[in-house]
């Protein structure tokens, strides 16, 4: 069965700062996913300026809602963090923890969704922010591509405007969200296709590549 409609892919993340390079990094998967057919969003968390997630409280605030809502219709996300103290910010963890109230959806969660990683730290590290959100993926019961794009020494790839300066990375970044729109066409055509292994397999393709 082919795929009529355009897919729609959501990016979230950045951090609290003006200036972000894990924002910057999303912007260039996103615009990966733009050039593979996708209609995109930008989900960002400067902007957002989410308020603590707080279980008591059941209903959402309006820019929770917009979280919220976007994350829920969209066919496929990319998460992109900042490595803070070995792990993702506190502020993309509060916006996952309102994910919450997806629970009683149906599906639940972000069900079947594809999910792209991105982290971006000062150092040589990154995977450990990847690791906390495959984490998050599967407690959401999404399903995280395993092609991650860590982008170890920001500041070298990013200038002080966003704008990427290694072109390995940028390669990198727009292969990801290539990749996302791929997996997640290949879920909305075939509800019955493995999902576990149409995800190894983009890992696979971009290794061949």
Not at 29 to 41: D, I, K, P, S
Not at 105 to 123: F, M, N, Q, W
Not at 133 to 147: D, H, I, K, Q, T
Request: proline content about 3%; aromatic content about 6%.
């Amino acid at each position: 069965m082919l795929v009529s409609k355009t897919l729609n892919i959501v990016g979230l993340g950045g951090s609290v700062a003006s200036r972000s390079k894990s924002r910057a990094a999303l912007e260039t998967a996103l615009a990966g996913a733009e050039a593979a057919g996708a209609a995109t969003q930008m989900l960002d968390i400067h902007v957002l300026e989410l308020p603590i997630y707080n279980p008591e409280v059941h209903e959402a605030t309006t820019t929770a809602a917009e979280l919220i809502e976007a994350c829920y219709a969209a066919d496929g996300l990319l998460w992109s963090s900042p490595l803070y103290q070995g792990t993702i910010s506190g502020a993309l963890k509060n916006a996952l923890d309102w994910l919450h109230l997806l629970g009683g959806r149906e599906p639940p969660y972000l069900h079947d969704k594809v999910i792209g990683l991105i982290s971006t730290a000062g150092g040589t590290q990154g995977l450990q922010a990847i690791n906390t959100m495959e984490f998050s993926v599967r407690a959401l019961r999404g399903w995280a591509v395993p092609y991650v794009v860590p982008v170890a020494s920001a500041s070298r790839v990013f200038d002080d405007d966003g704008k990427i300066q290694d072109e390995t990375v940028e390669l990198q970044l727009r292969t990801l969200g290539g990749e996302v729109v791929r997996v997640a066409e290949r879920f909305a055509a075939d509800r019955t296709v493995h999902r576990q292994h149409e995800c190894n397999r983009a890992a696979e393709r971009v290794m061949v590549a």
